[in-house]
């Protein structure tokens, strides 16, 4: 922190899935966002134009002030993967290879050009006319004719990204940390110690066995989308009978130390277009499955096997970490810690006495993991392992631009400026058994909505699953909700052992028996525990809420319907929510009630005047 000024870093993720950035001050995380929730374009792999912007904003900084640029990956160590496996499988892998070169040649193989000129657009002197305008008529040197951001820029490791980004927003001193995911560079899962402001990496498996690609084999064998669907694939399997293990373990030779070899021959990724074989599917018997196909029980006894068989490999993997490296703490990071019913195990059986879990622990996640990692290097005497605080980390919008918004359109609201009675009325709505659309302060990061950006309703009433699966979220009727608890009361109505659970990646028993819209078919719910520290307005909300019904929990689900990124802005929440068939919407601290409004006319004059289609 030479001169007193703060060190700014700006972290980086994108060009494959989930595009994130975040700005990293002195080693604290003061803003971070997904790409797709501007661009409103799901899982937006592209340069994260617009979620640099906020953060720049957030943090009140432009480009100038940012002391490096950090990159979650190493590409040349990708484009090395790519090159070797297609060189090993040749001739086959011609298409697929192909098919990745063309993403190379276009994006990645220039991947620094391509950050330099993105973020040079953000210079404050940058001059929109066209580059040949400048180039021929002011004959302006080439360099100004392109504004390039010309800093530093950091590249680390895929996996390193990852463990960081769960070890230091942990706040534990020392930590081993466990990261699993589809495929990084060349790792697939990683063992890394974490002590003080040192991170190092100890040990990893790598590509192509792979715990996360084995998941995506049979996610895309049960007609979901690969890199998105896991977490259906996840909801699916209480609903089924482990009854295939065995087969599934036939696909792999495990080894004591958690680690397993992928028998090749029945997967197809590392040379086509698909993930699994011909001998895979006569292995099991059943054709891959098409998206709009039926889901049958053997869908579900095949999900439920496959979550069987990740858990007791998890457990496999946490046990040989503590074995190795001992120690009281593990972090858990990479798409793979985004199972949350995995997770729960790792808590009450595994060996470790406290565990944390990132909440955006997949890609997105990578950008924060680069940042905090490149500063560690940088300051490691001044490294803030302050535990992460929050997690609401996005951009919000103000009561005055509500307010206009409403009005313009026209739009009755109520409007309470109590914080007080603001959650007696929403409660009360809730009590009323309303279905709510609640958007308030800053957007969360990661792919959970915490109480800012969630439809909420009353968790006693059977009929509510249906409804806000069918009519609100337009999405498959099996798919549980989580609930949000009380933090105070967790421990009454959920099997958590004392366990916090703020960022819901953790499933437990649910011991309360009148909460059929929350619990699984095997008794379980994957858990948000709130406390007024973790978010004030959304606990009085709840608490509000057990004080009218003497229940402390509510349904909490995204804010979006199915297709859709998470709201961003009160105009997309207030659009989701003359779509569908909610009853309530709270924008900040006004109440739009769906009797006072003309969703029709609403629909068509958005799509004419915000939206600018018809
Ligand atoms: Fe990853």
């Known amino acids: 922190m030479a001169n007193n000024k703060p060190t700014y870093l700006l972290g980086l993720a994108c060009f494959y899935h989930d595009s994130s950035a975040c700005v990293v001050k002195d080693g604290v995380v003061v803003a971070a966002a997904q790409e797709e929730r501007f661009t409103r374009l799901k899982h937006d792999e592209n340069f994260p134009t617009q979620a640099v912007a906020y953060c720049l904003a957030e943090a009140g900084i432009s480009m100038n002030d940012i002391d490096g640029v950090c990159f979650y990956e190493k590409p040349l160590w990708k484009f090395e993967r790519l090159l070797l496996t297609y060189i090993q499988e040749w001739p086959r892998g011609f298409v697929s290879f192909i098919k990745a070169m063309r993403a190379w040649l276009s994006k990645k193989l220039w991947m620094e050009h391509i950050i330099r000129k993105e973020l040079g657009e953000f210079w404050p002197a940058y001059d929109y006319r066209p580059w040949y305008h400048r180039f021929v008529f002011n004959r302006l040197p080439l360099k100004q004719a392109f504004p390039q951001f010309e800093g530093k820029i950091y590249y680390v490791p895929h996996h390193l990204s990852h463990a960081a980004s769960?070890?230091?927003?942990?706040?534990?001193?020392?930590?081993?940390v466990l990261t699993v995911d589809g495929v990084g560079e060349w790792s697939t899962t990683s063992l890394a110690l974490g002590h003080g402001s040192k991170l190092e990496l100890k040990e990893e498996m790598v590509f192509p066995d792979s715990l996360g690609l084995l998941y995506s084999a049979f996610t895309y064998y049960l007609g979901f989308k690969v890199n998105s669907g896991e977490y259906k694939v996840m909801g699916l399997a209480?609903?089924?009978?482990?009854?295939?293990?065995?087969e599934i373990w036939d696909l792999l030779d495990v080894f004591d130390d958690g680690s397993f070899r992928m028998k090749p021959e029945f997967f197809a990724y590392r040379y086509g277009l698909r993930m699994t074989s011909q001998k895979f599917v006569k292995h099991f018997g059943t054709p891959v499955r098409q998206p709009e196909d039926e889901l049958t029980q053997w869908h579900k006894d095949m999900a439920a096997s496959l979550q069987q068989v990740t858990e007791e490999l998890m457990l496999k993997l946490v046990q040989y970490a503590y074995l190795q490296y001992g120690g009281k703490n593990l972090c858990l990071s990479g798409g793979v810690a985004l199972n949350c019913v995995a997770n729960g195990r790792i808590v009450r059986e595994g060996p470790f006495e406290n565990v944390y879990v990132f909440p955006a622990a997949g890609d997105a996640g990578g950008s924060v993991g680069a940042a905090l990692y490149t500063y560690s290097i940088m300051e490691p005497e001044s490294h803030n392992l302050a535990p992460v605080k929050t997690i609401y980390l996005g951009p919000k919008n103000s009561n005055s631009e509500i307010e206009s918004f409403l009005q313009e359109y026209g739009i009755k609201f109520d409007k309470i400026l109590s914080e007080e009675d603001r959650a007696k009325s929403i409660a009360q709505h809730l009590a009323d058994n309303k279905v709510i659309g609640l958007f308030q302060g800053r957007m969360e990061f990661g792919p959970r909505a915490l109480g800012n950006r969630s439809i909420i309703a009353d968790p006693r009433q059977n009929e509510n699953w249906k409804r806000v699966n069918i009519k609100i979220k337009f999405r498959e009727d099996f798919r549980p909700f989580a609930p949000s608890v009380m933090a105070d009361k967790a421990d009454d109505i959920f099997d958590l052992r004392g366990v916090e659970s703020p960022y819901m990646l953790l499933t437990a028993h649910t011991k309360a028996k009148d909460l059929p819209?929350?619990?699984?078919?095997?008794?379980?719910?994957?858990?948000?525990?709130?406390?007024?520290?973790?978010?004030?307005?959304?606990?009085?909300?709840?608490s509000a809420f057990n004080d009218l019904t003497g229940c402390s929990t509510i349904i909490n689900t995204s804010f979006n319907v199915r297709g859709e990124p998470i709201v961003c802005d009160h105009i997309d929440a207030f659009k989701c929510f003359i779509r569908t068939d909610m009853d309530i919407l709270v924008l900040e601290n006004f109440i739009v009630n769906v009797d006072d409004v003309d969703k029709e006319a609403l629909k068509s004059q958005f799509e004419l005047e915000v939206f600018g289609d018809d």
């Open 166 to 176: 769960t070890y230091y927003p942990s706040g534990f001193e020392d930590a081993t």
């Open 238 to 246: 209480p609903y089924g009978e482990a009854k295939y293990t065995q």
């Open 517 to 542: 819209a929350i619990t699984h078919v095997n008794g379980s719910a994957r858990i948000q525990t709130v406390s007024p520290e973790d978010n004030k307005p959304y606990y009085d909300i709840i």
